[in-house]
């Protein structure tokens, strides 16, 4: 992993925590004035926005080679599971337990996962490096949930978000590499999985749907491409280093989604949240040592 590639994951990164946090329920005021309290809107605009994205994109980037469309079929149907256990996360637990559990999750599944089917064996300055960072991310999720009884439903759903992250990450990682073109996967990416949500809502709202989107458009229409570009980074970074450490890295947006909630929430960073945020520092600069 090159120091450019890592930088595209950290944007990435960065980008995402920030909408998880205005797009999660009851956590306050927006951090950047794009919060949407209905939670099914919210999803519904940044889906079908991306879809739309992905339609206008889809005519000026190369068509994705046959090989990969299994994968982005797979990928879709894995994604819109994602969206679904993560908005049933929100509904039963807070942001600060549910986010870092669901992201943190994620990178040692990816790890073993690409291990067995995709054959990246990290080597030994990665492992350490994935092992380190994943760490503090553990460290946050434990962090979050500290002092307080454990509500299982909320663990359950967000344990089973972290696994569908996995699962579209090393999916998408061997899918973007089949096609030919990073840009024409996320766009035909971005079509396939963003019908599912707004037919479902439609179906849902019927005649209410349309006056209750027509005011939050503009909103949802930044929030989709901003969705869009930070996740084709990820892509773009997948074609040119290995699944792992790209996972590993790019969730270190539970630092940043931990940094929002203390800069603009007044919610407590903490002496354990110091420490965890240390150890992703040092997690990410073994894996770029291992480059």
Do not use: N
Request: aromatic share 8%.
């Amino acid at each position: 992993m090159t120091p450019i590639v890592a930088a595209a994951v950290l944007i990435a990164a960065i980008t995402h925590a920030r909408l998880e946090r205005d797009r999660a329920p009851h956590q306050g005021p927006p951090v950047f004035g794009h919060h949407i309290k209905d939670q099914l809107l919210s999803f519904t605009l940044i889906s079908g926005g991306g879809a739309l994205i992905g339609l206008a994109a889809a005519a000026f980037v190369p068509f994705p080679a046959a090989g990969a469309w299994p994968y982005l079929i797979t990928s879709a149907a894995l994604h819109v599971a994602y969206m679904a256990l993560l908005m049933r996360s929100f509904t039963l637990g807070d942001f600060g337990q549910m986010y870092p559990i669901a992201r943190g999750t994620a990178p040692l599944v990816v790890t073993v996962l690409a291990a067995v089917f995709v054959g990246e064996v990290p080597d030994g300055w990665q492992t350490t490096g994935v092992v380190v960072a994943c760490a503090g991310l553990v460290g946050v999720a434990l962090w979050g949930i500290r002092g307080s009884r454990p509500h299982w439903p909320a663990l359950v759903a967000a344990l089973a978000t972290g696994l569908s992250i996995a699962a579209y990450t090393v999916v998408d990682g061997v899918g973007v590499r089949a096609s030919g073109s990073s840009l024409g996967y996320i766009a035909w990416l971005m079509i396939l999985e963003g019908l599912a949500i707004p037919a479902y809502t439609f179906y849902r709202r019927r005649s209410e749907l349309l006056a209750q989107l027509r005011p939050l458009a503009a909103r949802g229409l930044l929030g989709a491409a901003l969705s869009v570009s930070a996740y084709a980074l990820v892509l773009w970074a997948q074609t040119r280093a290995p699944l792992a450490p790209v996972a590993a890295l790019r969730e270190s947006s539970i630092i940043v989604g931990a940094a929002i909630g203390a800069l603009f929430f007044k919610e407590r960073f903490g002496a354990p949240r110091i420490a965890a945020a240390g150890l992703m520092v040092i997690g990410i600069g073994l894996m770029l040592h291992a480059s």
